[in-house]
């Protein structure tokens, strides 16, 4: 029962480094996010990926890539990693009828995070 | 999205209910009222959800007002383990999935 697995668990980069965080679902969920969570706030949405092959920007997509590798896994880039990009990451997935969540009655399943640091 | 309106923080004993109360006036009619919570350094986790009905399960009791423009997430008997952050979400509107405010920091105490 792994759920939503996401790598690293920590990272620490320098700005203008790169990485990919990544994440891996084994329930079969067609549809992926990524959010990001700064201290005291709510989680923002990065991106995300309604179905395999397919991806959109959410609410804060400045900085970063996304791929859906497969309908497993979804992949999340930073370029040049800004200290402004300092958070927790989490990654999410759902299975939603149609790959659209018009009145879903599925639940969002998390990953345990990625806390990044950019010096 | 429809708009949320939670308490920041609320305060319980251990052992005594606790009923955490969310306004969401603008809801859709297709809007389900989803519940989730944030244990301490871990991602959300779901809680409970709802559309017009109250609803039960083991973690809690969803009570839906019948205007649907609020809804009350009660835990039966609060533990320590319940000490998180409680995240009230109607929607569900689109494909870029569900919208996290910043939730109430419930706190229980011993």
């Known amino acids: 029962n792994a759920g939503v697995t996401q790598t690293p668990k920590f990272q620490v980069l320098k700005t203008g480094q790169s990485m990919t965080l990544q994440c891996a679902q084994d329930m079969n969920h067609n549809s992926m996010y990524w959010y990001r969570q700064d201290p005291g706030m709510g989680l923002r949405l990065i991106y995300y990926s309604a179905s395999e092959g397919t991806t959109d920007k959410g609410e804060v997509p400045n900085g970063y890539n996304v791929s859906r590798l497969n309908k497993r896994e979804f992949s999340l880039r930073l370029e040049s990693a800004a200290p402004s990009q300092t958070s927790v990451y989490f990654c999410?997935?759902?299975?939603?009828?149609?790959?659209?969540?018009?009145?879903?009655?599925?639940?969002?399943?998390f990953g345990s995070g990625t806390q990044l640091s950019v010096l | 999205d429809a708009k949320t309106t939670q308490p920041n923080s609320m305060e319980s004993n251990e052992e005594e209910p606790v009923h955490l109360p969310c306004n969401h006036s603008?809801?859709?009619?297709?809007?389900?009222i989803h519940w989730y919570r944030q244990l301490p350094s871990q991602g959300p986790e779901y809680v409970i959800h709802?559309?017009?009905s109250n609803v039960n399960n083991r973690m809690a009791s969803l009570a839906i007002a019948e205007d649907r423009k609020s809804s009350t997430l009660i835990l039966h008997r609060a533990t320590l383990r319940d000490a998180a952050v409680y995240y009230c979400?109607?929607?569900?509107?689109?494909?870029?999935?569900?919208?996290f405010g910043k939730g109430t920091h419930l706190i229980i105490q011993p």
């Open positions: 999410a997935s759902i299975q939603t009828p149609g790959g659209l969540i018009v009145a879903t009655n599925e639940k969002l399943f």
């Open positions: 603008t809801i859709s009619g297709t809007d389900y």
């Open positions: 979400i109607p929607g569900g509107g689109g494909a870029d999935g569900l919208t």
């Open positions: 709802g559309l017009t």
